[in-house]
């Protein structure tokens, strides 16, 4: 299989992403990994690339600033864009990147092209839980407007990645919202909810916001805005919580040493709260695989993002949601 | 002034209400407490009544399970629907409730009457902050559903409320959303956008769901959707994250010795956190105040549910409020 890494998108980009592939290669020669970017900043950093490495020249880049739409129509020759292109054109089997979320949603619709069938492609992170399991949300802000059809959409896209890429059984499928009762909610879940059961997946019902941190369900069906405004909360919270104790437990000398032994507890707990830990989030819906690693990648994130498109791929997750979705529409006819 | 207390409704009612009244009719000697409920049931618990708490009785009473607008409908009797139509016929300034969330709102809607000008009332609570200060956040559910125009009088009304009631000079009214960029959002909040600039308050543009624990605003608008969404994830993250802490800090010996001495600033972080501390949600555009009062309430929110009504009472928050909308309403036209 053919994996392509936006080499030049990232907070630290190209080290990271480059040593990420270095890593990723020699971890699976079975994989041919192409490093697209400049080759003068590349180069340099691939003495030693095994041979299951190859550059891929970009002349340009798109920067984290460049407003999305418009720097995926103008900088053809970017890294990104031309990574999304290899995807496109079946030299590649996916892509990961790094950079510019807006401009890597616009790679994907407009360079990969959507899937037939799927209106709305989602951006789909795992949301960390404290049972470990984490649960794959989407839309996680790829749409801030959603249908009916396109939660039903999700739902499907969800639940059969959560079965091919981490392996879960009958995943259990949540729409988020504000009660668990059926007639729960605003228009929106309350014309999705029945859409939701009829579909061939694990739907469990409505979960509320307060649940999802708990493992609640594995996959979380939402409108991209109501998932950010849950993301947020979550990180908002745990951010808040974590500068509190902090200023408490350095309150006193007594607070201090109390803290220090408690300190791999509260550490662990931080890392566990940190959805950045949890790798890459696909986009669902696209003709081709496209895998956003957070823009603070180091190289292990690179290299993780790379074992999540093995697994993607080596299920055939994008021919799966395909037949899934074509199956349905005939049915639907 | 008079306030009227729904002396039935609550986990601990009537103990927890009628010891509230008490306390509080003989801290403000200037307010009559009118106590509505089962005479059978409260009498007993009113020896040594001072004299400014009266009794009004009530046959019947609205359950916790009840469904909403059939209870409210029908039992016309119950002390929460006879405390509303003591607020509606100028008998109460005020009422207070710790019974059923959405019998409450119908009884607003049905029994003391919408606002002229507003189209839906909201539900105001404050969301506890690092800082202290609080934020009130509305709608916290009253409606699922919000238009642009919702959200403006929202906007308006929280204003007043906070300007009246808590004394913050041109409170900073906050929308949130998934960005802080004036064009971000969906198209409820990108339409709500120039409303709110127009409107004569502090508004502060955009609030990220991230930054509200923060204080990032005093006011922060939203429609009861996204609102209950922001509201049960903080609830939700805060309460794992004790659990996990509870976890680690009981696991070792060592641990315990450790936590013990940091207890009390968890113990201050939990109380900060926990939103039933801090009193009862007004619902605001009503032509009365009603507040609701948390099911859990025990005799002191009661009697700060009394300190929160009488705030409001004294600054003619509902003739502000009234004002206000009337004034825009005029200008509008």
């Not at 220090?260 to 931080?270: E, F, H, T």
Request: aromatic share 4%; with cysteine; net charge neutral.
């Amino acid at each position: 299989m053919r994996i392509a890494i936006d080499a030049m998108g990232g907070d630290f980009a190209p080290d990271s992403t480059v040593k990420g592939a270095m890593d990723a290669a020699r971890e699976w020669s079975d994989t041919q990994i192409i490093l697209v970017g400049h080759q003068d900043r590349l180069r340099p950093l691939m003495t030693d690339a095994p041979a299951n490495l190859i550059l891929h020249h970009a002349e340009d880049v798109i920067e984290a600033e460049d407003e999305p739409v418009r720097a995926v129509r103008r900088k053809k020759d970017s890294s990104m864009v031309v990574a999304g292109r290899l995807v496109h054109d079946k030299e590649a089997d996916a892509m990961i990147s790094a950079g510019n979320t807006g401009a890597l949603m616009t790679t994907g619709l407009l360079v990969v092209g959507r899937m037939e069938g799927i209106e709305r492609p989602a951006l789909a992170p795992i949301i960390p839980t404290m049972d470990g399991r984490g649960v794959l949300a989407l839309d996680l802000g790829a749409n801030m407007d959603a249908k009916p059809e396109h939660l039903a959409q999700y739902a499907l896209m969800g639940s059969i990645y959560r079965e091919k890429v981490a392996g879960i059984a009958k995943p259990r499928v949540g729409l988020l919202n504000v009660g668990t009762e059926a007639k729960k909610g605003n228009e929106l879940t309350k014309a999705a909810y029945p859409l939701l059961e009829e579909l061939p997946i694990n739907f469990i019902g409505n979960v509320e916001a307060r649940d999802v941190l708990t493992g609640a369900c594995d996959v979380l069906v939402c409108d991209g805005f109501a998932g950010n405004i849950l993301l947020k909360s979550l990180e908002g919270t745990a951010g808040a919580m974590f500068s509190v104790l902090k200023q408490e437990f350095t309150k006193s000398l007594k607070n201090k040493l109390a803290a220090a032994v408690l300190m791999p507890s509260l550490r662990g707990m931080k890392q566990m709260m940190d959805y950045k830990q949890h790798g890459g989030a696909p986009l669902l819906g696209l003709s081709g695989l496209v895998v956003k690693s957070h823009g603070s990648s180091d190289s292990e994130a690179i290299k993780n993002g790379v074992r999540q498109a093995r697994l993607a791929i080596e299920s055939r997750l994008t021919e799966s949601i395909s037949q899934e979705i074509s199956g349905k529409r005939v049915e639907s006819i």
